[in-house]
């Protein structure tokens, strides 16, 4: 991050704030964690030029079960005028290796940023952060934004009392088969699963317990033969896309992202 850095000459903006809801000029929602990583890309650019950084979930599905200190913090945005900001700094170079080019998205957003003449500027951003390293301050600021409510709450602590697990005394197993899955109901390819089992087989500890999470319920059953290993079926949603949620499949799948850090 040394080498010709454009530098933010604004002094209009003031702040920068990262919006989730269903749909923007120029793209629809992403999922959830795609977000939260623009979140903390968002944030290290605020840090360094200074700039204040807030988030806005309120006219998004989830937003019925969080506890949302800001949700009348901004009633006068355009929402019909938000953009995602298409540059993600990622570039593959084949299916399962990517880099980073944390200076030319620098300098591009930056470019962009100095063009903004309002004093909070509303967009939808999941690019990957230009640091690899997350400050703790970074994830408190982030993770005290999307604290669930009381509803939640209570199905978080119901769901590990069904599931016989007690707080910090677990560890969380997340396969992710993909959207091809979740949203074109695929079935899975029983040597996909052989190839994922192999994988995951050998961080399985007998002393230690595990909850099993995944966009796909039919992969949960071949964990059956671990004792150790508890999981639930219940149907999720993809909080991403502009599609009709239902309350409880929403409800569901943040359960699902809480419980991660329980």
Not at 16 to 42: E, H, K, S
Not at 182 to 198: D, F, G, P, S, T
Not at 199 to 204: A, D
Request: glycine share 2%.
């Amino acid at each position: 991050m040394s080498r010709s850095l454009i530098q933010l000459k604004n002094p209009c903006l003031k702040k920068i704030v990262n919006v989730y809801q269903p749909n923007y000029q120029n793209i629809v929602a992403q999922g959830f964690g795609d977000y939260l990583r623009g979140c903390f890309c968002l944030y290290q650019i605020c840090k360094l030029y200074h700039l204040e950084f807030d988030m806005d979930l309120s006219n998004h599905p989830v937003a019925k079960f969080m506890d949302l200190k800001n949700k009348d913090s901004y009633p006068n945005i355009d929402r019909n005028s938000i953009s995602w900001f298409s540059d993600s700094n990622y570039k593959p170079i084949h299916s399962k290796v990517f880099v980073k080019e944390s200076v030319n998205f620098h300098n591009k957003f930056i470019s962009h940023l100095n063009s903004i003449k309002k004093d909070n500027y509303y967009l939808f951003c999941n690019s990957f952060p230009i640091f690899n390293f997350i400050l703790d301050e970074a994830r408190k600021e982030i993770f005290k934004r999307i604290t669930p409510n009381e509803e939640l709450k209570t199905s978080i602590k119901n769901a590990l009392f069904k599931l016989g697990l007690q707080r910090k005394q677990f560890s969380v197993i997340h396969i992710r088969t993909g959207d091809n899955y979740l949203l074109n109901n695929q079935k899975l390819n029983i040597k996909y699963v052989q190839k994922i089992m192999r994988l995951v087989h050998p961080y399985i500890k007998v002393n230690k317990k595990y909850l099993i999470l995944s966009d796909n319920n039919t992969i949960k059953f071949f964990f059956k033969k671990y004792k150790n290993c508890v999981f639930s079926i219940k149907s999720i949603e993809h909080l991403g896309n502009n599609n009709k949620k239902e309350d409880e499949k929403v409800k569901n799948t943040l359960i699902d992202f809480f419980l991660m850090g329980e």
